[in-house]
T-cell receptor
């Protein structure tokens, strides 16, 4: 298994500002993903965080809005830029183990006012 | 494109009942399937992982089955307890290294 620490757990932000979410894993992992969960909805993949190269974004998500860093195999950050109320969601970091099992951080509940 | 559905969307049962949650997926060419539990406002907790070559997995009061050819998985919860109240999500992965595609979840309430 993998233990994931995600910070902050929640935040209330002003529109137009940016928030950086951190994801720290207790072991080296190849696969790391960032998801968004809008209120009452299931999870939607934002991007795959690639170590040493640019993240791979899903349709509808762009690097200017959601820049991602992955400096090593245990750490990643997701920034939500120029926030609007529509960005209010739970943001989740996920990793995949060698046998293909996914583990999640506790999530960051973001409210934009 | 893989699509995952879950039935029912919500379920309310008295404590002690055995129950079944259903998950269907449109593309049977999957690498594995995983069931998760999510408490309100929290992250996801892994419950069971089933590899594509397996038919079922068990953990305590939980049993998950997989019928890849028909695109279905079921999560069986025995002797339900109020602490089982949560949203249950199933997710499928097409290939190793790829992300999971999630279903919308089943919101379970177990009444004392």
């Amino acid at each position: 298994s993998a233990v994931i620490s995600q910070k902050p757990s929640r935040d209330i932000c002003q529109r137009g500002t940016s928030l950086t979410i951190q994801c720290q894993v207790d072991s080296q992992v190849t696969m790391m993903f960032w998801y968004r969960q809008q209120p009452g909805q299931s999870l939607t993949l934002i991007a795959t965080a690639n170590q040493g190269s640019e993240a791979t974004y899903e349709s509808g998500f762009v690097i200017d809005k959601f820049p991602i860093s992955r400096p090593n195999l245990t750490f990643s950050t997701l920034t939500v830029s120029n926030m609007s109320p529509e960005d209010s969601s739970i943001y989740l970091c996920s990793v995949g183990t060698a046998r293909g099992e996914a583990f999640f951080g506790q999530g960051t509940r973001l409210t934009v006012v | 494109k893989q699509e995952v559905t879950q039935i029912p969307a919500a379920l309310s049962v008295p404590e002690g009942e055995n129950l079944v949650l259903n998950c269907s997926f449109t593309d049977s060419a999957i690498y594995n399937l995983q069931w998760f539990r999510q408490d309100p406002g929290k992250g996801l907790t892994s419950l069971l992982l089933i590899q594509s070559s397996q038919r079922e997995q068990t953990s305590g009061r939980l049993n998950a089955s997989l019928d890849k050819s028909s695109g279905r998985s079921t999560l069986y919860i025995a002797a339900s307890q109020p602490g089982d109240s949560a949203t249950y999500l199933c997710a499928v992965r097409a290939n190793y290294g790829q992300n999971f595609v999630f279903g919308p979840g089943t919101r379970l309430s177990v009444l004392p």
